[in-house]
């Protein structure tokens, strides 16, 4: 059974920084590319940052410069750095391990607000 697990989240003021940690259980970690995912409250879920087996990082245009995406193979681990935090980026962050299938976590709260 394939299981993602998002940890990180919380409230915080605008221009600081969060690192959200997804860990991957029931899957050969290292063979699947892995994505953080964003969701607003009435908007879609949108692709915010991705990560290749191979290492090579893609970015939302809205969060480059400001967000780093890491992979440790070794702790079937994907961190998302985010700094320089806007009210722009609340929103529910999700894990998703895409090969074949797509696999979810069950997604952690980020909230920026003053």
């Known amino acids: 059974q394939v299981q993602l697990v998002e940890s990180g989240g919380g409230l915080v003021q605008p221009g600081e920084s969060l690192r959200l940690s997804c860990v991957g259980s029931?899957?050969?970690?290292?063979?699947?590319?892995m994505n953080w995912y964003r969701q607003a409250p009435g908007k879609q879920r949108d692709l915010v940052a991705g990560?290749?087996?191979?290492?090579?990082?893609n970015y939302a245009d809205s969060v480059k410069g400001r967000f780093t995406i890491s992979r440790d193979n070794a702790r079937n681990t994907v961190i998302l750095q985010m700094n320089s935090l806007k009210p722009e980026d609340t929103a529910v962050y999700f894990c998703?391990?895409?090969?074949?299938?797509?696999?979810w976590g069950q997604g952690t709260q980020v909230t920026v607000s003053s």
């Open positions: 029931g899957l050969q970690f290292s063979d699947y590319a």
């Open positions: 998703n391990a895409q090969r074949l299938l797509d696999f």
């Open positions: 990560i290749s087996t191979l290492g090579g990082a």
